[in-house]
């Protein structure tokens, strides 16, 4: 049991979020699922910035962690969840993008209507209700929020992205954080043009 290709794969996009500056070298984690069930999960207490592939952890399809030398991130849990919750997602990635974690903080809720591109690759950005990190309720709050929702906002926490691959969900965290920072520069300018709802409904037939 190795999966180098696989857990070299979830390493390389959690540097990835690090260089882009949507996380810290402490916070966030990737993880993949691959199609027999095993699922590939970066490790706790590691330098994210420079990550490689034997500190990604491996849970077998029972959740069964292979990899008993690494301890596994405090939301495990919460990845796991997603994947029972959605047959169709492969990939998990959750970060603390500045943007996205200040709207986490307001009553605030950030919108995807704003251009065609983020209301295609976001869809409806969601709102998850606050549950105290690493708990059991934070990982079923997350996966019953996120069985109708490829991206959502962690109340007082950060974001979290899904995807069928880690590129999808990885390129979801950016235009999420992107949209962010343009709705939150709306504000500051007290002027915001958002797509009405028949162009919104044509958008989303495209999917």
Known sequence: ???KE???AVARTM???YNQKLTTSSGGNVSMRNADGFVFITASQTDKSCIRWKEIIVFDANGKNLTPNLKPSMESEMHLEIY????DVFAVVHSHPVYASTFAVTDIKPESSLTGEARYVLGEIELIGYELMGTKDLAETCA????NSDAAIMKNHGAICVGKSLFEAYDRMEVLEFTCNVY??????????KLDKE???KIDKMK
């Open 144 to 147: 019953k929020t996120l069985q």
């Open 6 to 8: 696989e857990r070299k």
């Open 15 to 17: 540097r990835r979020l």
């Open 184 to 193: 939150f520069n709306t504000l500051l300018l007290k002027n915001c043009n």
């Open 84 to 87: 029972k919750a959605r047959n």
């Open 199 to 201: 162009m919104l409904q």
């Open 1 to 3: 049991m190795i999966y």
